[in-house]
């Protein structure tokens, strides 16, 4: 396969990935706002933070094929690196955000959240994210920090969706328990924040080289 092909691919992978995340936030905000679930609210912002680093990646694919410029001759292949720092600091931001939200909610009281279409809109995204995971997942190696950045990111979206659909399900089954909405939320943005700050690490011993 040639580097061209390849990077055709890549490019392509990103874009489907990309046009997933678009598709899915509109949704996920509106339930969010009229199901009451902060979880579900967290995932459209969180798919609209990934469409955000997902350009930032096609960006980085796109400077690291041009020629380097003539005093800088390493100045396009560390794109992708800063692109991953971006994507890392966008999830640790954003996980930082949803604990903190998820952290009043439980505090100050959780009001009546509707289970159904916290089940319906977290299960199609679980299965749309699950789906863009393997996509992109298929040929990266352990030097791709970029696209790494950008799998971790999908990865996290289909577990956090998994995580809210069953947390709608078991609140729809039970007619309360509407605690575990920004509970399942709280533990989602503690493993996301834990990923991203190992992955921000990693990024920033590699720029040092």
């Known amino acids: 396969m040639s580097a061209e092909h390849d990077t055709t691919t890549r490019t392509w992978r990103l874009w489907t990935v990309l046009a997933a995340n678009l598709a899915l936030v509109g949704a996920l905000v509106v339930v969010g706002i009229s199901a009451h679930s902060i979880g579900v609210f967290a995932e459209g912002a969180d798919y609209l933070a990934d469409a955000a680093a997902i350009g930032v990646s096609l960006l980085a694919i796109h400077l690291s094929t041009r020629p380097p410029a003539g005093d800088r001759p390493h100045s396009y292949l560390r794109a992708p690196h800063y692109a991953a720092l971006v994507n890392a600091g966008w999830l640790l931001i954003l996980s930082v955000l949803v604990a903190a939200t998820a952290t009043v909610r439980v505090l100050t009281g959780v009001h009546e959240v509707h289970g159904l279409p916290i089940l319906i809109i977290s299960g199609v995204a679980a299965v749309v994210m699950l789906v863009g995971a393997l996509l992109l997942g298929g040929d990266i190696d352990d030097e791709d920090l970029n696209r790494r950045a950008v799998l971790l990111d999908t990865a996290a979206d289909a577990a956090a969706?998994?995580?809210?659909?069953?947390?709608?399900?078991?609140?729809?089954?039970?007619?309360?328990?509407?605690?575990?909405?920004?509970?399942?939320?709280?533990?989602?943005?503690?493993?996301?924040?834990?990923?991203?700050?190992?992955?921000?690490a990693e990024v920033l011993k590699a720029l040092r080289r």
């Open 161 to 200: 969706a998994a995580g809210v659909a069953i947390a709608g399900a078991v609140i729809l089954a039970a007619h309360g328990l509407f605690w575990l909405d920004p509970a399942i939320a709280l533990l989602i943005a503690a493993v996301v924040g834990w990923h991203a700050a190992r992955l921000l």
